[in-house]
């Protein structure tokens, strides 16, 4: 993995698909001068997503991709990020799984941000499950990404209490206040 030499940020792409919370606070770090990464563009595959903003406000390169054919989505979005010299992809919210092939060609240089602490509850709904099954504990999981869903090795885990009244709304909002402080301090660890 390259390290920041406390010169040339490592350039990143940030993959969404909705509110983009994930990707605010990455770029608010981005623009420390010790931060290892910088973000030069952002990928969606929602048109309608509300993280698309953040590219208007600080002026970074954005682009589209629909996924109805994921094959020639990915393809492209490959040459994107090729052309851009990317050199490290964070999924923040990303709802599309990429393909082996397109992670094999950025192997062990995919994070992801999910809200639980794996290996429990991977894939969607995983703050109702939580609730469901009474859980004392959840939290949010930074990892890095491998051909199997939500299983790559481990960076950083926050763990965050369940009260008895929480709802998914109040369970998620307090995971996803943790989940702003590891995903930087993941990187932080990794790169520096
Ligand atoms: C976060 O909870 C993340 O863990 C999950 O999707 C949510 C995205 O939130 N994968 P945001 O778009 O970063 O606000």
Known sequence: ????????????????????????????FSKQKNFPISIDLIISNNAKA???????NF???????????KIISEKKILS???????????????????SKSFIQEFNGRILNIHPSLL????????????????EKYSGCTVHLVNSKLDSGKIILQNKVKIYKNDSVKTLSKRILK???????EAIIKLFS
Not at 59 to 69: E, H, L, P, T
Not at 80 to 98: H, P, Q, T, V, Y
Request: aromatic share 10%; net charge positive; charged share 25%.
């Open 119 to 134: 290996p429990k509850y991977k894939g969607l709904n995983t703050h109702a499950r939580a609730l469901e099954n009474r």
């Open 178 to 184: 943790q989940e702003h402080k590891i995903y930087p």
């Open 80 to 98: 994107l990020l090729f052309k851009n010299k990317i050199e490290l992809i964070c999924l923040a919210g990303f709802m599309k799984i990429l």
């Open 59 to 69: 002026k970074i390169k954005k682009k589209v991709f629909n996924f109805s054919n």
């Open 1 to 28: 993995m390259v390290k920041f030499n406390g010169l040339k940020k490592i350039k990143t792409a940030v993959f969404i698909s909705g509110k983009g919370s994930n990707l605010k606070n990455l770029i608010k």
């Open 50 to 56: 509300k993280g698309l903003i953040y590219a208007n």
